[in-house]
């Protein structure tokens, strides 16, 4: 994968994804970094005639069509009619000749609000006045500055943002932004992304639509919470959407969408068009999560800081497993289970980690590998010898960080114990991953057991 043209290559990216799978788009980064240019390089070389319609310069009857009062010549009768702005005509004449058009809609956070109404008409409905449909062929692509970049009397409707998959521009370093901005201008044409072919199957998108399903329960479960004075469960996140109208004026420089139905299908479809256009997860996967992420990114910002940060890091997690999975499943074969890997993780996140995966799992208790490399893992951190016992003992008397992260992996640790038991008690034939996993689990919970049980004593002292 080219390392130098980063911003460039998202860019290539959400045009292909954006054309197979019908999702508009809308590119946010600050102001300089190309958008323009690049889309129009993309047009000239993929034979596309380009109509840019800046949103800051731009009336409503522009973009829609001017009303007009017109005699007709029959019966003198008046009556009012849409002529149609020249660019519409324009793309419809092209269209005639074969020639596909890219609508680009640029500036759409500077325009007022009577015109981001008129363009969200454009982009949802894909109609200007009196119904009038764009060609087939049309591709619409938008683009705006983040709202520290423009004036502060200016803003995004969050319905508008609703009907894109938002890509926010950004780089990893700045090394990464003065290699590409401070290449020779020739060189800023070589290795230009390519893209497969690859035929999708009944299956393939039942096994898509299933995984997301299974995703996404996994992704609420994570942010169920009980009400201590009722014990009832509520939903720390709400996909009801209650308040979202702030999403764009957050501190953060990233903008991320709220959960709707709609992006829901979108991510369906885009997708099924990451696994047509043969996407390797390994080289492509932080500008497809930048996809992912600018559809179902927020839920609700509702969430505090620390509840944002997990969610993303969940979505992240079973999104990146999911379509792996369904990548290795060429030709309508069953996809492999893919491995977790838990290095460097505290036992508690090894724990939940898995738990979430195991939630969204396409597969089987018999077919998943990961609870044998769980186990091992959480006996490699806690060894059920005296001596290893007593040294954590030790540690959680003179160190408190030391003592509630072994509280918490403990509590978790318990946790994982009664969910398989719970899994194993439900069965017809326990699975042999499960019944292999529980008994070095229960030594360990057994050894500690004391230890623990001190550790929540001092911590409630602590409190008290």
């Not at 109609?127 to 520290?148: C, D, F, M, R, W």
């Not at 502060?152 to 590409?180: G, K, T």
């Not at 959407?241 to 420089?253: A, D, I, L, Q």
Request: glycine share 8%; charged share 25%.
């Amino acid at each position: 994968m080219n390392r130098i043209n980063k911003i460039r290559d998202q860019i290539e990216l959400a045009i292909e994804i954006s054309r197979d799978s019908g999702v508009p788009v809308l590119l946010i980064a600050n102001p300089g970094l190309a958008k323009s240019t690049v889309v129009a390089n993309w047009a000239l070389r993929n034979s596309y005639h380009i109509e840019t319609l800046v949103g800051s310069r731009y009336s409503q009857e522009e973009i829609l069509g001017f009303q007009v009062r017109t005699e007709d010549k029959g019966s003198g009768e008046f009556r009012l009619e849409i002529l149609e702005p020249h660019w519409y005509r324009t793309v419809f004449e092209k269209a005639a000749q074969g020639v596909p058009s890219l609508l680009f809609l640029d500036e759409i956070s500077t325009a007022q609000e009577n015109v981001q109404g008129a363009l969200l008409q454009l982009v949802f409905e894909r109609t200007i006045g009196h119904g009038k449909k764009l060609p087939e062929s049309a591709l619409v692509l938008a683009a705006a500055n983040y709202k520290q970049n423009i004036p502060w009397q200016f803003n995004m409707m969050a319905p508008m943002l609703n009907r894109f998959c938002i890509v926010n521009l950004c780089y990893e370093s700045n090394d990464s932004f003065l290699n590409e901005f401070l290449q020779d201008p020739s060189d800023w044409g070589r290795e230009l992304p390519a893209y497969g072919d690859r035929r999708l199957t009944a299956e393939d998108r039942g096994r898509l639509a299933s995984g997301l399903k299974a995703m996404f329960r996994a992704l609420l479960s994570a942010f169920e919470e009980t009400d201590n004075a009722g014990g009832e469960k509520y939903y720390a996140m709400d996909i009801n959407n209650h308040v979202y109208n702030n999403m764009y004026e957050g501190n953060t420089r990233y903008v991320y969408n709220f959960i709707s139905g709609r992006t829901l299908s979108y991510l369906f479809r885009i997708s099924l068009s990451f696994l047509r256009k043969g996407l390797s997860f390994g080289e492509r996967g932080k500008d497809m999560l930048n996809m992912v992420f600018g559809l179902i990114g927020i839920g609700t910002n509702t969430f505090n800081e620390k509840q944002q940060q997990s969610y993303l890091r969940n979505v992240e997690t079973l999104y990146a497993k999911l379509y792996t999975a369904l990548g290795s499943g060429e030709g309508g074969a069953a996809p492999a289970a893919p491995s977790l890997d838990f290095t460097g993780r505290e036992v508690a996140d090894a724990i939940q980690e898995w738990v979430l995966f195991r939630e969204s799992s396409l597969w089987g208790a018999d077919d998943d590998p990961n609870l044998g490399t769980l186990a091992a893992y959480i006996g490699g951190a806690y060894s059920a010898a005296p001596e290893a016992v007593e040294a954590a003992r030790l540690r959680n008397a003179q160190n408190k960080a030391d003592r509630y992260r072994f509280s918490n992996d403990m509590q978790r640790l318990g946790y994982l114990i009664a969910l398989l038991e719970e899994e194993a008690a439900g069965a017809a034939a326990p699975a042999a991953a499960e019944q292999a996993a529980l008994a070095p689990l229960r030594e360990i919970r057994d050894a500690y057991a004391g230890a623990f049980g001190e550790a929540a004593r001092d911590m409630a002292a602590e409190i008290r």
